[in-house]
């Protein structure tokens, strides 16, 4: 299951809205430290809110860090291409040397 910011972003702001209801009402009931932590739940859910409407797709890097991790691929992709090809050249030669040879002699008797 991936990370999806369309889902998360309004349930942060559904939190924070429902955290800023709840520090009215423990204010109101004279709850100083209840009132604090619902403000400060407040403040983060709307913080992370923030953050995944100004960067979709989490903390994944810049365009010019993914264009330069695709390049670096390709490069080892063309490597690893060019690294079969010759490993198949090679099974290929053997195999033209062992069907050239011919059968050895055999040892012993004969049935």
Avoid at 55 to 61: A, C, H, L, V, W
Avoid at 79 to 107: I, K, Y
Wanted: net charge negative.
């Amino acid at each position: 299951m991936t990370f999806k910011p369309a889902i998360w972003r309004p349930i942060a702001i559904v939190l924070s809205a429902v955290n800023l209801v709840a520090v009215g009402f423990a204010a109101g009931d004279a709850e100083p430290w209840h009132a604090g932590i619902h403000s400060a739940l407040a403040l983060v859910f709307g913080l992370w809110a923030q953050r995944l409407r100004r960067d979709p797709e989490g903390s994944r890097g810049s365009n010019s860090e993914l264009q330069a991790g695709l390049e670096a691929l390709e490069a080892d992709m063309g490597q690893m291409r060019q690294e079969l090809t010759e490993a198949q050249e090679r099974l290929d030669f053997a195999e033209r040397l062992l069907a050239q040879r011919p059968e050895p002699g055999r040892v012993g008797p004969e049935r």
